[in-house]
């Protein structure tokens, strides 16, 4: 791939605004480079103000905010870790660094995430074999909000506690409530390609103060109180640098535009792409949801076209168009191919008829109309 290639149209490149630069000036100027400093809290203050969390603490990456968040609700070697199948291989890599198991459960046809009644299924099973869940992995994929109020229910009516990954769902909202805040730990990402970025970058948020001391604490080589460096635990070197927090302020001033962009451009192919026979855009939202649309994705209906999410797929490449397919589930991947899973055919026909079209913020209505205008070409 060419790095200056401009004619081509990615999936969900960075976006940057114009104060970035100015936050990024003053870290160097002021000799902020060294981890830690006032781009780092100015940005972890931002995250609460946007989210209402009472704690957040910035981070390497989204990953590393999982990773921590499983280790603060106790997951260690042995656990079992509930987990949608249908999100990305980040979702449940940390179970996998802790020791614990990950136990895949379906999506549901509204919303593509957690479906309620099989979780409910996976807790029950799960429990006759004598395993008590230690915790709850939520995601909201492509921005859209779980069935929090159904999921939450369940959670609480077992006793596990509920990590929220929020990764692709920073400005989305349930219940007029911004994600992010309905964990007893959520986590967001800022890798490039997600709705902000700090080129890479994650944060770890909750209301609770005891996790969030040992949050700050573990990500920072779980230093003990003393002048020399001792230590009693393993610790982690998880923090975000000051400098890329810097870019996390620019960008948070942002936000609200940015969610705005992204549905304006989910409202534009919903208008452009409709009555083309056997396609279909994701659902609407629920109500008393919003998405952030962090990216617009379409189903193919082999009952109606013939043309194949591949095909399409080939076809934009050949206009110098980037599409993906949706996530492919993680019980149909050789890396979980031993994992237990609850149902699978709902999210098995998602990744078989699914395609993710260019959704970036800086997409001109020229370039939209390059993307709706090549597939009508095919379809
Ligand atoms: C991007 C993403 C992550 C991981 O975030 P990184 O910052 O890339 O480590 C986790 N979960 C989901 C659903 C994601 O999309």
């Known amino acids: 791939m060419r790095s200056q290639d401009y004619d081509r149209l990615y999936l969900s490149p960075p976006h940057l605004g114009r104060h970035e630069i100015n936050y990024l ?17 100015g940005f972890e203050r ?42 990305f291989v980040a979702t449940a890599n940390p179970i996998t660094y802790l020791g614990a198991t990950p136990v895949f459960v379906d999506s549901e046809a509204d919303t ?7 979780l409910r299924e996976a807790i029950e099973d799960q429990l006759r074999q004598g395993r008590q869940p230690k915790a709850l992995l939520v995601v909201h994929l492509y921005g859209m909000p779980a069935k929090l109020r159904e999921i939450l229910a369940i959670a609480a009516e077992y006793n596990i506690p509920v990590l929220e990954d929020a990764a692709e769902a920073l400005g989305s909202r349930y219940a007029g409530q911004p994600l992010g805040s309905f964990g007893a730990v959520s986590v967001f990402s800022f890798n ?8 890479g970058g994650g944060a770890l948020v909750t209301n609770n103060s005891d996790l969030a001391r040992r949050a700050r604490y573990l990500a920072s080589q779980a230093k003990d109180a003393a002048p020399h460096y001792q230590h009693s635990e393993t610790g982690y070197n998880y923090r975000l640098s000051n400098l890329l927090a810097g870019i996390g302020r620019g960008q948070m001033e942002l936000i609200e535009d940015r969610v705005k962009r992204r549905r304006e451009i989910y409202a534009w192919y919903r208008e452009h792409l409709a009555g083309i026979p056997g396609l279909q855009l994701a659902p609407t939202e ?12 379409l189903l193919l209906d082999p009952a109606e076209t013939t043309v194949t999410p591949e095909q399409l797929r080939l076809h934009l490449e050949t206009r110098n168009i980037e599409s993906r397919p949706l996530w492919k589930p993680l019980h149909l991947q050789p890396l979980f191919a031993t994992a237990p899973m609850y149902g699978g055919n709902l999210c098995a026909d998602l990744f078989a008829r699914g395609l993710c079209l260019p959704s970036g913020t800086a997409m001109t209505e020229m370039d939209l109309r390059r993307v709706t205008d090549a597939v009508k070409e095919i379809l």
Do not use: M, Q, Y
């Open 25 to 41: 000036h003053k870290a160097l100027e002021d000799n902020w480079v060294a981890p830690t400093g006032p781009n780092l809290d």
């Open 46 to 87: 931002d995250i609460c103000e946007f989210t209402g969390a009472g704690h957040c603490i910035a981070l390497t990456s989204g990953t590393a905010a999982i990773h921590l968040g499983l280790i603060l609700l106790g997951v260690g070697p042995g656990d079992v870790v509930l987990c949608p199948s249908f999100t």
């Open 112 to 118: 593509w995430n957690l479906c309620p009644e099989r």
């Open 192 to 199: 490039g390609n997600k709705i902000l970025t700090t080129s």
């Open 286 to 297: 629920p109500t008393g949801s919003r998405s952030n649309r962090w990216l617009t994705t």
